[in-house]
């Protein structure tokens, strides 16, 4: 793990963690012939690609009684934290519900109409990484925004269905759901097959494959975002208990070698401490090695002379997860700009946010945050916006459409005008 | 002008519609060389492309002064025009204004910040098509937003500055332009050279050129939208006038040959009338040629048994522009369900929501609107969820997190709650 004490070396590391996120040419070559095969072959395409890389030929639709008996065999104790965690993720994501509006001028009325989006495609990774979690952190904003028709997609390899998976989209209620996944679920959700009815939104996270597709059919369909490597970044004074702080970094470390996780502390001390605490938690967890590798990688522990240099190097980073685990965690909050999730005090580690405390934890990554939103309702509106005038308003507006459309050479823009004016 | 009456038509119409935006690979090998050269090379690529393209030599920044005496030429009628027309926007706007919220339960804090993008850069499109309009639409919402660094870059074909652009900037207080176009305007933006800063975010029409490269920098910055060629569609039943429904039609004919203009309406004589009243108008357009040619293209007139059918059939093109000419417009509304913006009744025609009716006219196009929204200052708005909890909070939560992240096979994120519960 780097330990970076100077400008320098500081942007090296940025330049160095961006590139994470760049896609490789011949991967893009590879998707592209699975989307153009499935746009024109349908079914077909999907049956292939589905024996090819899931190994097997099971029907593409999962049926809901499926669903539903695989559900029996999970234990009661995760049913209840995937219920609790749903019902809180539920409540804050209603709060972000928006509403149509207009207002009236003398005889014009404008505003704008808020509708959910028709229909939304959820991917869902399936395999090595099964996240009951990912289903319901990209369904329910979706259903609170008031979609109608959510289809799901999820590879089984060998036809296995994840059973916790299925616990989570029959606790929320969902009946379409497709044993079909990589580029070709992408693929199916974005053109459509004769299974698989084309969508408008395809959301959810997936390995370099789904990102990739969903990169190229963005336009032919709205996406979520493009989602990269997870990252966490904690600013710590010195109050800082280094064992949490340690404990957060790794649970980053952990998802996989691109992950990256990084300390920026005022306290010489802390940065130390940390250090050993790593070194020491590292040993127990069953993703070690992958833990290892991300760190020496991408982990990084930055010494900054003020809490004011922190923010100022969490705002370049544009971290995913922020932690801010100092003395007086609210009063850095004015400061810190770009983050995907803020996290403030040491009773708030990151994985809380994963899971229960009710914001979504599909987050911005690779610096996006410096303009992308964590995923919400608002993912899953569109807007419309509305024009009424009434003839006195029109006679208002007029003239200076006239001018307008005029100037910029538009004369069957101003006819519009003129010939009502004659009227 | 197509005149369609069975499905069968329609369905191959809309297909016809929707390949107007597919861009050809050629002109994205020729962005992708663009690009990268920039990306490489700053603002030596930046010199050697405005050389070529827009053919002159002159400093990339163009100084707020030359902005002030240029808009010198500007008559006092258009610039009372263009203020009008950025009262009214920013007005309109400032409805969008979404504020930062929080709320408490019992030691624990969620909420999300809405703040707004640092830095933005809108592209303003010059030579053949100078709109001044087009700077009041993309940059108010982003002056509302409370966006602190827009930068604008403005093609200047022979190193001539628009006037009117200028008098639009100079009204808007803008400082920071560059006279610089076409794809190499994108990549400066998304990349940065020597005298272009990076920016967050990108807006702004452009040709496919341009367009081109905003979905290939996406990811690296946001984008608003894709932009495709414009369309309008109109619902009339016998109530309408002939005579307007032909002039709004016109009006989007003219913008270029591929722009779609499209009547549905319940009534033969209506449809008859309006081809009458096209055939008359047109004439006497000085773009008479590409509204004719746009009208050969894509212009159809679709006849259909009811007001329902009609907006199943708006709903499933979605126009960017949609008018209701019918005796009842307001009936309509709440089954229309896709389209940028909605102009109601016969004294509200689509060329008064491009100038100054205040709502955005950069709408989504080519069927988008199923997920696109207008441009508003939604988009130079960013959120970040905020989790703050407490010692009793975090041991209200503990163990739904200890019993999630065990069930996914996250061990170090289950001991983040661990290693605190032990405290």
């Not at 153009?36 to 190994?55: N, P, Q």
């Not at 029907?59 to 809901?64: H, N």
């Not at 509006?101 to 495609?121: A, K």
Request: proline share 5%; with cysteine; net charge positive.
């Amino acid at each position: 793990m780097l330990t970076i004490k100077d400008k320098t070396e500081l942007q090296r590391f940025i330049k160095k963690l961006r590139k994470r996120s760049t896609s490789e040419p011949e991967i893009e070559t590879n998707v592209k012939k699975i989307l153009s095969e499935v746009k024109k072959r349908g079914d077909k395409a999907l049956i292939k690609y589905t024996k090819l890389f899931d190994k097997h030929t099971l029907p593409l639709k999962i049926e809901p009684d499926e669903i539903k008996e695989k559900t029996k065999e999970v234990s009661k104790e995760i049913i209840d934290a995937l219920r609790f965690a749903a019902e809180r993720i539920r409540r804050f994501h209603e709060r972000q519900l928006e509403k149509s509006w207009q207002y009236e001028e003398e005889d014009i009325t404008l505003g704008q109409l808020i509708r959910p989006i028709e229909r939304v495609g959820a991917y869902v990774p399936g395999g090595k990484a099964s996240y009951p979690s990912t289903v319901l952190m990209n369904i329910i904003p979706a259903q609170v925004a008031g979609v109608r028709e959510i289809a799901v997609s999820v590879p089984t390899p060998h036809g296995e269905l994840n059973s916790t998976v299925c616990a989570a989209l029959h606790l929320l209620g969902i009946k379409e759901v497709y044993r079909v996944g990589g580029a070709q679920a992408v693929a199916a959700m974005a053109y459509g097959t004769e299974t698989i009815k084309k969508v408008d939104k395809i959301v959810g996270p997936g390995n370099i494959y789904v990102a990739t597709a969903k990169k190229l059919v963005f336009g032919e369909v709205d996406i979520d975002m493009i989602a990269g490597p997870s990252e966490i970044l904690i600013i710590a004074d010195s109050s800082a208990n280094p064992a949490f702080v340690a404990a957060d970094m790794l649970s980053q470390a952990e998802h996989d070698e691109m992950a990256c996780s990084i300390l920026v502390t005022t306290s010489e001390k802390v940065a130390l401490e940390v250090k050993k605490e790593i070194a020491r938690q590292i040993k127990s967890l069953p993703k070690s090695e992958i833990a290892k590798k991300s760190l020496k990688n991408f982990g990084a522990i930055i010494v900054v002379k003020s809490l004011n240099e922190a923010c100022d190097v969490a705002n370049e980073i544009a971290p995913e997860h922020l932690e801010v685990m100092t003395e007086k965690p609210d009063n850095l909050l004015p400061l810190l700009k770009n983050a995907g999730a803020i996290f403030l005090g040491q009773w708030t580690p990151e994985p809380i946010g994963d899971y229960v405390a009710g914001p979504n934890h599909t987050l911005p990554t690779s610096g996006t945050a410096r303009f992308f939103s964590p995923l919400g309702v608002y993912d899953f509106l569109k807007r419309s916006s509305l024009i009424k005038v009434g003839k006195e308003g029109f006679n208002r507006l007029a003239s200076y459409v006239d001018v307008l459309a005029t100037l910029e050479g538009l004369q069957a823009h101003a006819n519009t005008v003129k010939i009502r004016k004659t009227t």
